[in-house]
């Protein structure tokens, strides 16, 4: 019974409480709001003065031949157009500002809360989903929080004042509204709920066709090389079937709308004679107000029309608004910490530290125990899919350890605050991020962005990069493309190490820093390295053991786990897994 209820109510609860926060990135605007209103009134009410004043005058002009209007009607009309003219601008240009304002805003709530959500959540899924978000289902809100909001406060009122003017006729014959009214709100529950049910899905079949594009972008080399085409052909293929079909459900549910309000409509004045034409009433009925309640109901008629047929607007509306919301609510990294950290010591230990991925709850690491003295060099070696990348992760505090704690100078490192934990840390990863801009900006990205260049270049040399920034035609303030694509995947490697060089952060992270580089490049910043690494705590993950021979302590991760620790004269003596490792390594570069 309440089931039933609920669906007879044009809109549940929630939805009146998304579109209700939609309204309050209007409400803002409130004034241009306000001043569109008047406007619209302005427009109305000119037209209908002068509809009311036409037959009066027509009187005067045509057969009293006032001379008076006769001299001044042209310009009347004239004027009326004109303030008509005014106002329909401002007005329209008034909604169109504020949807333009209420997108933007809710773009950048958005594009904020990318910035400030936890790395997991990126994971959490496809990349098109976030990017359509800002691209595709922003869009969606702009009809809703302005046009929608119009159509739905004018109309209501011509309908309020249309069943006034019914009801002042005559009450008998206003009694056929009670077909029509159940009908109308059952039919618009039942679109509106379908709309949002619909547009739902389509932002999400949107994000999957932003993905599906991305992808084939990104991987264009991989698609010509494997021949791809095809099956990427297929892919978007796909996705987009499914979009249109989902919007023609859109456009399939708006024309059953449109019709069945037609139907029901003609229904209830078929109701209308009926009750008229009781041999009862037909004597007390007079023609003019029958003709009257009829062209009240008519006028009822087209506003009730306007109003489901806005619903597709508005459930579009606050679908998108749900899913965005449900972004700006989701909980931001935790910062819990209140310590500033100024410059930390650098002393490091992993205690028992375990951590499972939530996303298919698997178990990277098992229970590290580590310690990194101030001012040492950490090598951590292993095979691929170790956890050696999940172990660093765990810094900056990408990933949050599900078992165990982190220690730096004697503190849990979570009573830090976030910023400034992250501010002692230089981190040269495993994919080389490069941002779209000249060299300089690239290696002061951020907080260095104040740099001299002295410092910029200073650093460039120390990463052996100079080298070949003196050979771009602008030298460090060349433009290197879009993620660094005009440069060569070493040359890259050696922007992100000058990058981690200028920030001169007491803790360096260096996630397969080198890979890219031939041996001599490797072996000369190598040396750089060493110099920079003297004063910091600094962990190295390498494949090539030739690189980290000289560390302070190796660690050999295998499964999570931390199987052998020392340095390598302790581990070759060990005769372990590192033992095999190096001698394998040998091998294979003495052949
Ligand atoms: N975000 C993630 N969600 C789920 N599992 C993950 C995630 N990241 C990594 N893993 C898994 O955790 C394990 C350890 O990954 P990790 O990246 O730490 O390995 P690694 O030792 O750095 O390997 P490599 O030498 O290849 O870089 C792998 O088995 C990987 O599949
Ligand atoms: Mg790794």
């Not at 709920?193 to 264009?220: D, L, N, P």
């Not at 490091?348 to 060099?377: K, N, S, W």
Request: aromatic share 6%; glycine share 8%.
């Amino acid at each position: 019974m309440s089931e039933g209820k609920k669906n007879v109510a044009l809109w549940d609860a929630a939805s009146r409480q998304v579109y209700k926060r939609l309204l309050g990135y209007s409400a803002r605007y409130w004034p241009v709001i306000l001043i569109s209103m008047i406007g619209f009134a302005l427009d109305g009410g000119a037209l209908a003065y002068f509809t009311s004043k036409l037959q009066p005058i027509m009187d005067k002009l045509l057969e009293q031949k006032d001379p008076y209007l006769i001299r001044w009607m042209p310009l009347w009309i004239i004027g009326i157009f004109l303030v008509r003219g005014v106002a329909i601008l401002i007005s329209n240009y008034g909604m169109g500002y504020v949807s333009r304002n209420v997108v933007q805003s809710m773009q950048r709530d958005v594009f904020a809360a990318y910035l400030r959500l936890p790395a997991s959540f990126f994971g959490s899924e496809h990349s098109g989903h976030q990017i359509s978000r800002i691209t595709y289902t922003s869009e969606q809100i702009a009809g809703a929080s302005t046009d929608a909001l119009k159509v739905t406060v004018t109309e209501s009122i011509t309908v309020i004042g249309m069943f006034a003017v019914m009801l002042y006729k005559s009450v008998y014959l206003t009694m056929a509204l009670l077909i029509l009214v159940p009908a109308i709100v059952l039919i618009a529950s039942a679109v509106s709920r379908r709309y949002r049910t619909v547009s739902r899905r389509i932002q999400g079949m949107m994000g999957s066709v932003t993905g599906t594009v991305e992808e084939a972008v990104k991987a264009h080399r991989e698609v010509r090389i494997y021949g791809g085409q095809q099956q990427a052909d297929e892919h978007f293929k796909q996705v987009s079937d499914r979009a249109r079909y989902l919007n023609l459900k859109i456009v399939a549910t708006s024309a059953i709308s449109g019709s069945s309000t037609q139907t029901v409509a003609s229904l209830a004045l078929a109701g209308m004679v009926y009750l008229a034409s009781r041999p009862s009433q037909i004597d007390h009925i007079s023609p003019g107000v029958f003709i009257a309640v009829l062209t009240a109901m008519g006028g009822m008629l087209s506003s009730l029309k306007r109003l489901t047929n806005v619903q597709s607007t508005m459930q579009t509306g606050i679908a998108a608004a749900e899913n965005l919301f449900a972004i700006l609510d989701m909980p931001p990294e935790v910062d819990s910490g209140t310590q500033v950290l100024e410059r930390t010591k650098g002393d490091l230990r992993f205690e028992q530290v375990g951590l499972i991925y939530p996303r298919d709850h698997f178990e990277a690491l098992r229970g590290v125990d580590l310690r990194c003295a101030p001012g040492t060099v950490t090598a951590l070696v292993g095979r691929s899919g170790s956890g050696k990348s999940s172990l660093v992760s765990l810094l900056p505090r990408f990933n949050e350890p599900t078992s165990g704690r982190i220690l730096l100078d004697g503190e849990d490192y979570t009573s830090y605050t976030l910023a400034s934990l992250r501010h002692q840390i230089a981190w040269v990863g495993q994919n080389v991020v490069l941002f779209d801009g000249t060299v300089a900006e690239n290696i002061a990205y951020g907080e260095l962005a104040g740099a001299s260049e002295q410092d910029i270049i200073a650093a460039a040399e120390a990463a052996h990069a100079m080298e070949f920034i003196a050979k771009l035609p602008d030298g460090i303030h060349g433009q290197i493309g879009e993620g660094g694509n005009r440069l060569s995947g070493g040359q890259r490697q050696r922007i992100a190490i000058a990058r981690a060089i200028l920030k001169n952060a007491p803790i360096l992270v260096l996630d397969e820093a080198t890979s890219a580089l031939d041996t001599e490049s490797e072996r000369l910043i190598q040396q750089a390295l060493q110099h920079l690494m003297r004063d910091r705590t600094t962990l190295v993950i390498a494949h090539r053991l030739s690189t980290i021979e000289h560390a302070d302590q190796i660690a050999v991760m295998d499964q999570g786990r931390i199987v052998e620790q020392g340095t390598h004269g302790e581990l070759l003596a060990l005769d372990g897994q590192y033992a095999a490792l190096h001698r394998m390594q040998f091998h294979q570069s003495g052949d």
